[in-house]
């Protein structure tokens, strides 16, 4: 009988090889070629990153769906700042967890603390404040200030003849700046403070306000109208009044004090109208408007502030002759220039006073990152 055992021995080790080359061909392509079969991802979905952080790998064989998440990152801390024109500085304040001020209770009181004075070449004016930047102006000097709270980088720049007011555009992008003897409106970069562009006036511009749209409001000193700077035009709009200082408000009205009349007043832009605004100052000054879109105003006459709620008129005794307020949330501070305090408001009425100089001005909120 013939003996097949070397042939079958043969043949075991042929098939063998064949085994091993198809297992050493299969390894090479999933490790170093794209599959060519989908995985299964039916039951699941794709994971958004939360903020900087990059999300895990999902695993495939997971049956839990997973949603998308987004994190909105904290507020920064919210402070406070006056200008303190006599003494050539800017107050910080920030907020503890002190109690408020109890009534009649004298100064310091409250839930504030002073975090900084930061010293100023010049007098500081009107400001205003976008995230943890301050711009301020300083007439007497032709000059405005850039303030970066970050790192307290201080910048002053000539910009203007006398610089009264400055706001900011919705974008950030646009610094104007009402340059009284000048006559003109100041377009400037609000980082380096050079000049853009100027608008010739044909009278001294004293306030201004922008509104959402990016139009710029001002008033004009002597004079009834009130200015429009939009689309690189310069309308005039007479207004039968007196304005002093203006709001551009949310609902399309502009608000406006008039200048030694106890009088407030609204233009509407669409008819042309004037109308009076609600009673209930004696001689309104300055404008602010809180988180919930109502209207503030400083009243000289009356050692007030008042605010214009939906549930009426809201009249708050701050001290004498307080000019402008500024909100951060639920909380206003007011230059208080004839007690030389920084007041602290909220809708119950005064929670902080503390003691600065004679001749507060501007008053700005800021936020740090």
């Known amino acids: ?71 909105v990152p904290p507020p920064g801390p919210t402070l406070y700042a006056v200008a303190e024109e006599a003494s050539r500085r800017i107050a910080l304040f920030q907020e503890t967890d002190a109690p408020p001020c109890a009534d009649e209770q004298q100064a310091p009181c409250g839930p504030f603390e002073p975090l900084k004075a930061i010293d100023l070449p010049h007098r500081p004016h009107n400001m205003t404040a976008a995230g943890p930047v301050l711009w301020i102006t300083h007439p007497s000097a032709g000059s405005v200030t850039r303030i970066d709270l970050t790192g307290i980088s201080v ?10 007011d400055v706001k900011l555009s919705p974008e950030g992008d646009l610094l104007y700046v009402a340059d009284e003897d000048g006559r003109a409106l100041i377009v400037a970069d609000p980082t380096t403070l050079e000049v853009l562009s100027r608008v010739e006036l044909p009278r001294k511009p004293h306030d201004l306000s922008v509104d959402t749209l990016g139009t710029v409001w001002f008033t004009l000193i002597g004079d009834d109208r009130l200015g429009r700077f939009r689309s690189g035009t310069v309308e005039f709009l007479p207004t039968g009044g007196s304005p002093h200082d203006l709001l551009a408000a949310a609902g399309g009205l502009v608000w406006f004090s008039n200048w030694n009349r106890a009088e407030l007043s609204m233009y509407d832009p669409v008819g042309g109208s004037v109308e009076e605004a609600p009673s209930g100052v004696v001689e309104p000054h300055h404008f602010a408007v809180d988180a919930v879109g109502d209207i503030w105003v400083s009243d000289n006459g009356g050692s007030t502030v008042v605010g214009f709620t939906s549930g009426g008129a809201r009249t708050i005794e701050v001290g004498p002759v307080p000019h402008h307020l500024a909100f951060g949330d639920d909380i206003a501070v007011v230059s208080v220039s004839g007690s030389g305090q920084a007041v602290f408001i909220d809708s119950s009425g005064v929670i902080g006073r503390f003691d600065l100089t004679e001749g507060l001005h501007g008053a700005a909120v800021a936020r740090l990152p």
């Open 155 to 164: 910048v002053t720049r000539s910009l203007g003849d006398e610089p009264h």
């Open 1 to 71: 009988m013939t003996d097949h055992r070397p042939r079958l021995g043969a043949l075991m080790r042929a098939l063998a090889s064949v085994l091993c080359f198809t297992v050493l061909v299969a390894s090479c392509t999933t490790a170093d070629e794209p599959s060519t079969t989908a995985p299964n991802h039916t039951s699941e979905s794709p994971v958004t990153p939360v903020t900087t952080t990059t999300a895990p790998t999902t695993s495939t064989t997971s049956a839990t769906a997973v949603a998308p998440t987004t994190t």
